[in-house]
C-alpha cells in the first residue's frame, strides 16, 4: 500500500514536471517598514501583505490573515526586488559568434538554475534579471527574463514566462573585431553594422511578404504555389518588425546609437532599448524621443576606446532630458549592489531619492516590458521585495530578505554559508578563483574560438 | 604728439592678449597654491579626534594649523560652516597614470615583458595628464600607490598625489618593488588547467623566486664586498629589498599561498607588504601572528570560491583587522580609483566599522609606506592634502566641494565634469530637419 502510494506520488510529481513553470507563491505580511513604493511615494512605519504571491494590501495596522507568516520590518526599509537590465548571469553560454545575424538562437536554451550567481544576485537584491545574448554579433540570440527564484531545479522555473520577448543587437568594436577583423567578413566598420542591420531587416520583409503571398494564394482555387521554406532567422526579423520583440541593442558611441534610431524610423520599429549607451548623453533628446530609452552603467568608462569619452553623468543627463533610463549590471559582481550603482547618480548629478531608485526597478521593468507586473510596490502586482537595514541608496546598506512571488529566497541572518545547490562529483578540490573578471563580466564569453590568439588577449575587455 | 602715440601702444599692448587669443574662448582655471584658511568646519582629523567649529590653516603646502581661532592674516578664507574637513584619502594599490585606455595596448605600461623586472620604474611611466587622474582627486582620493603588474617581479612600485606637471612634481616619498606571489588559484573560466599543473606552475614559479632570490643575495654580497659587478639592473634592485632599502609587496591571496608567502618571508629579515590578500580571513591568525601589513581590496568584488557566503570580499578587512593585521584598502583600479570611499564603505558596513575604514584610505597606508610623518591625517606639520564635503565622502549623496593636494587648491573639473556641462541642456535640442 505505501509502495502503491510512493508510485502514484512519483508520477503526481513527474505530471507536474510536465505541466512545466509550477513555480511557487508566497504569502507573508511585513510589518512597520518604510515603504519606498518607488511610484507612489514612501510610507512610514506602513504594512504590505502578499497573498499568493501577489501584494494585494498597503497600509496601516494589517493584521496577517491565518497561516500567513508576519515579519516585524521595524526601523527597516522596503522597497520593490531590483530589476536588473542586463545580466549574464545563470547562462552557460553566452555568445553564439557564428554569424554577424543570428537571431535564430535562444538564452532560453542554456539557462542554468543552479548557478550560484543567482544567489549572490538575490543577497544584493535583485530578482529579475535580463540574461542577454552577448555582443559578438550585430543581431545575437533572444534573450531570457529571469525571476531568481533560487533552489528550482527546471530551468523553465526560473523564467519569467508572462514576460515579452527581447533580443540582442551590438554595435561598434565588438561585432567589427570579431566578424570583420576576426572573420574578414562584413561588418568590419560602423558602416557595415548599419548595413548588415538593413540588409536583414530587407530580407525579412522579403520572407514576410512570401508568406504572406502564400496565405493569400493557399485556399484559391487551382493555387500551385507552395509555402516558402521556414527560417527561423529570418522569422525573428520579421516579428521585430511586427512588434513582437523588443530590442536591446549594445551600444556606447552617439553615432552609432543615432543610426539606429534612424533605422528603426525607417523599418517602423518602435520597441528599442540602448544598453551600455556610454555616448547616450550626447543624443539624450533623440533617445529620450524616439526610443524606449537606455540601460547605462553608473560610472563604466576608459576600459576600451568607445567608452573613453564618457561621463559617469550620463544617467542623470539621459534622466533630465525625459528619456527612460535604467542602471544595469552586465557583471556578476555588480549585480550584487546594484542599489549602490543607482545611488551614484545623487552622487553625479543630484537625482532624487525616487528617481535614482526607478532607474533599478520601474524604469528597467518598463524597458522588459513587465511594468505591468513587477517594479514597484502597489496592489496587484508581483511580490518581489527587498528590506534593508537602513536606506538603499546609502552606501553602508545591507539587503535583509529577498523575496519573489511572496517566498523568501534570502536571508542575512538565517541562510547558510554555502548555498551551491549542485557540487560536481568529480571535483577533488574546490577551484580558488581571483580577481576573475571574466568570471564577471561575460558579454565577449565564447567568442574566443573564432578569433586568433592576438585577439584573445584583449578578451579581458568584455562589455 | 608723443604722449598720443606712447598711449596708442600702450593700448595695443594692453589689448595684444585679446587679440592674440582671439580663437580661444572661455577660462582654464588651474591648480593653484597659497595661503588658504578653512574656515568653522567639523573637522575629522582620523587621529586627533573630530573638532567642531574648527578651522585649518593652509600654506606652503602644509598644514600649518588645526584649531578654532587661527590668524587669517595674507590667507584666502573659505568659508567652511556646516561642511567637513577629512585628510585626503589614500588608495594602496593602483594602476593609475599607467594606463590610459585598457584595450589599447598602446596605451597600457604597467607591465613589460620578462618574468624578472624589478627595474621597471611605475613613476617614469606615470602620465601626469592622464584623464583619469582629474576624475580620480575630484572624489577625495589625493594619493595613490601605482604598481606594475604582471610576472614574477613586474616592477617597482610609486606613491604619488595627483596634482603635478612631471612624475618628480607627484612623487610622494615611497617606493617598493613588486612580487606576484606564485599562485594556486584561477584566474577565471579561460583558465583550464587540471589541479595537478596548478600546483606543478605553482612550485615552479617558487622554485624560480627562490633561484632569483639567491642571486640577489649573491650580488648584494658581492656588492658590500666592493667587487666589481657588471651591469645587471634587475639585480641591483633586487639587492635593495634584501638591504631593506626598499619593501616587497607581495600580490598574495589564496589562503594556502599567504601561508606558503609567511613562510617563505621568514628569517629573510626584509620589510614586506602583502597585497591582495583575497582570502586573507581564512589565515588572518597568521597573518598578525607574522605583523605583517596588508593592503586588501578590491572589497567590492566576487568570493573566491563557490561554497563562500557572499559577503566574505566586503567582510574581508573587518576580519582582518579584528584579528589584530594592520589593514589599508585598495581598488585595484585605473579608471575608476574614484570609488575607493564606496569600497571603504561596504568594508564599514561589513564588519569594519566606519572609524577603522577611514583609518584604512589615510593614517594605515600612510604608516604602511613609512609616510605618517607627511600623510593620513589633519595634523600640523603634514601635507595638506585635505578635502572638504557637505557630508561623509563615503556616502554617494555627498559632494566635494574642495580639493587641496600638495597645498594646491585643485579645480572641480574635468572631462566628466566639462561633458556633464555641455550636454545637460544641449543646443540645439531635439530638431527635426
Same mark, same amino acid.
Given at each position: ?463 | ?182 599562485? %594556486? ?32 643575495? %649573491? ?169 572638504? %564635503? ?44
Amino acid at each position: 500500500m505505501k509502495k502503491l502510494f510512493y508510485l502514484l506520488l512519483a508520477f503526481f510529481g513527474l505530471g507536474c514536471n510536465f505541466s512545466q513553470a509550477q513555480v511557487q507563491k508566497g504569502s507573508v505580511l511585513i510589518k512597520n517598514a518604510t515603504v519606498l513604493t518607488v511610484t507612489k511615494g514612501n510610507l512610514e512605519s506602513a504594512d504590505v501583505l502578499v497573498q499568493n504571491g501577489i501584494i494585494t494590501q498597503i497600509g496601516k495596522n494589517i493584521t496577517a490573515p491565518t497561516g500567513v507568516q508576519a515579519i516585524d520590518a521595524t526601523g527597516k526599509y522596503l522597497m520593490p526586488g531590483i530589476i536588473d537590465a542586463h545580466s549574464h548571469v545563470a547562462l552557460d553560454v553566452v555568445n553564439e559568434a557564428s554569424a554577424p545575424i543570428t537571431s535564430e538562437v535562444r538564452m532560453k536554451d542554456v539557462v542554468n538554475p543552479f548557478e550560484i550567481g543567482i544567489y549572490r544576485a538575490l543577497a544584493g537584491g535583485v530578482t529579475v534579471s535580463h540574461a542577454m545574448h552577448g555582443s559578438a554579433n550585430v543581431v545575437g540570440g533572444q534573450n531570457a527574463t529571469l525571476k531568481h527564484r533560487w533552489g528550482a531545479k527546471d530551468p523553465a522555473d526560473i523564467i519569467m514566462q508572462d514576460a515579452p520577448r527581447t533580443i540582442k543587437f551590438a554595435l561598434g568594436e565588438n561585432p567589427t573585431r570579431v566578424h570583420g577583423r576576426g572573420n574578414g567578413i562584413q561588418p568590419r566598420s560602423r558602416m557595415g553594422v548599419e548595413a548588415v542591420i538593413r540588409n536583414g531587416f530587407n530580407e525579412a520583409l522579403q520572407y514576410k511578404k512570401a508568406w504572406e503571398t502564400y496565405a493569400a494564394a493557399k485556399n484559391t482555387k487551382g493555387n500551385t504555389l507552395t509555402p516558402p521554406a521556414y527560417n527561423e532567422r529570418l522569422q525573428t526579423l520579421a516579428d521585430i518588425l511586427d512588434g513582437k520583440i523588443i530590442i536591446h541593442c549594445h551600444s556606447y558611441r552617439a553615432d552609432e546609437i543615432y543610426m539606429l534610431i534612424n533605422v528603426a524610423k525607417d523599418f517602423n520599429i518602435k520597441k528599442l532599448v540602448f544598453q551600455h549607451t556610454n555616448e547616450g548623453f550626447k543624443v539624450a533628446p533623440e533617445i529620450a524621443e524616439y526610443t524606449m530609452g537606455a540601460s547605462v552603467f553608473a560610472d563604466w568608462w576608459a576600459y576600451k576606446m568607445e567608452v573613453y569619452y564618457s561621463t559617469a553623468f550620463n544617467a542623470a543627463i539621459l534622466q533630465r532630458n525625459g528619456a527612460i533610463t535604467s542602471i544595469n549590471s552586465d557583471s556578476a559582481e555588480l549585480i550584487r549592489h546594484l542599489y549602490h550603482e543607482a545611488a551614484k547618480t545623487q552622487r553625479y548629478g543630484g537625482l532624487t531619492d525616487d528617481e535614482a531608485l526607478a532607474m533599478i526597478t520601474i524604469n528597467p521593468a518598463k524597458q522588459l516590458g513587465i511594468e505591468d507586473k513587477v517594479g514597484s510596490i502597489e496592489v496587484g502586482k508581483q511580490a518581489d521585495l527587498v528590506i534593508f537595514d537602513s536606506h538603499p541608496l546609502s552606501s553602508y546598506a545591507v539587503p535583509q530578505m529577498t523575496f519573489v512571488d511572496g517566498i523568501k529566497y534570502f536571508d542575512v541572518v538565517a541562510d547558510k554559508d554555502d548555498q551551491r545547490q549542485l557540487v560536481s562529483a568529480t571535483e577533488m578540490v574546490e577551484p580558488i578563483f581571483l580577481r576573475a573578471n571574466e568570471e564577471a563580466h561575460r558579454c565577449m564569453q565564447d567568442v574566443e574560438i573564432f578569433l586568433d590568439a592576438f585577439d584573445v588577449a584583449f578578451l579581458k575587455e568584455k562589455h | 604728439m608723443n604722449r598720443i602715440l606712447v598711449l596708442f601702444c600702450m593700448t595695443w599692448i594692453a589689448l595684444l592678449p585679446s587679440v592674440g587669443m582671439a580663437q580661444i574662448d572661455g577660462e582654464f582655471v588651474k591648480p593653484r597654491t597659497g595661503k588658504f584658511l578653512l574656515k568653522n568646519a567639523t573637522v575629522v582629523t582620523v587621529t586627533k579626534g573630530t573638532l567642531s567649529n574648527a578651522s585649518v590653516l593652509l600654506e606652503n603646502g602644509k598644514i600649518i594649523g588645526v584649531g578654532a581661532s587661527l590668524p587669517s592674516e595674507g590667507a584666502e578664507i573659505i568659508d567652511c560652516s556646516g561642511l567637513f574637513i577629512y585628510p585626503g584619502m589614500i588608495d594602496g594599490g593602483t594602476r593609475l597614470g599607467l594606463v590610459e585606455v585598457s584595450s589599447v595596448p598602446e596605451t597600457v605600461d604597467y607591465s613589460d615583458v620578462g618574468n624578472v623586472t624589478p627595474n621597471m620604474q611605475a613613476l617614469t611611466t606615470v602620465n601626469p595628464n592622464s584623464e583619469a587622474i582629474g576624475v580620480t582627486r575630484v572624489s577625495g582620493v589625493t594619493t595613490v600607490l601605482t604598481v606594475p603588474s604582471g610576472g614574477l617581479f613586474p616592477g617597482t612600485a610609486a606613491l604619488i598625489n595627483l596634482n603635478g606637471y612631471t612624475p618628480d612634481q607627484m612623487y610622494g616619498g615611497f617606493k617598493a618593488v613588486a612580487m606576484t606571489f606564485p599562485s %594556486s588559484g584561477r584566474r577565471g573560466r579561460f583558465d583550464r588547467r587540471s589541479e595537478e599543473d596548478i600546483k606543478e606552475d605553482g612550485e615552479k614559479a617558487l622554485k624560480e623566486a627562490n633561484e632569483i632570490w639567491d642571486n640577489a643575495k %649573491s650580488y648584494l654580497e658581492l656588492k658590500k664586498s666592493g667587487a666589481e659587478l657588471s651591469y645587471f639592473p634587475e639585480m641591483e634592485q633586487l639587492s635593495k629589498v634584501l638591504s631593506g632599502e626598499l619593501p616587497l609587496l607581495i600580490e598574495v591571496n589564496a589562503a594556502s599561498d599567504i601561508l606558503s608567502a609567511i613562510q617563505w618571508v621568514e628569517g629573510k629579515n626584509i620589510k614586506v607588504i602583502f597585497t591582495g590578500v583575497a582570502e586573507g580571513w581564512r589565515v588572518a591568525e597568521q597573518i598578525a601572528k607574522a605583523k605583517i601589513p596588508v593592503v586588501t581590496g578590491p572589497v567590492q568584488d566576487l568570493p573566491t570560491r563557490q561554497s563562500d557566503r557572499y559577503d566574505t570580499p566586503y567582510a574581508n578587512a573587518g576580519k582582518l583587522a579584528k584579528a589584530g593585521v594592520k589593514v589599508a584598502l585598495r581598488t585595484d583600479e585605473e579608471e575608476n580609483v574614484r570609488n575607493l570611499p564606496f569600497h571603504a564603505a561596504f568594508a564599514a558596513a561589513y564588519g569594519l566599522g566606519k572609524e577603522e575604514a577611514w583609518k584604512a584610505v589615510t593614517i594605515n597606508p600612510a604608516e604602511i609606506f613609512g609616510v605618517a610623518d607627511q600623510y593620513g591625517s589633519v595634523e600640523v606639520g603634514k601635507k595638506a592634502n585635505l578635502i572638504v %564635503s557637505t557630508g561623509d565622502p563615503f556616502e554617494t549623496r555627498s559632494q566635494i566641494l574642495h580639493v587641496f593636494i600638495d597645498g594646491y587648491r585643485i579645480p572641480l573639473s574635468n572631462r566628466h565634469i566639462r561633458l556633464y556641462q555641455e550636454f545637460l541642456e544641449r543646443s540645439p535640442g531635439l530638431k527635426a530637419n
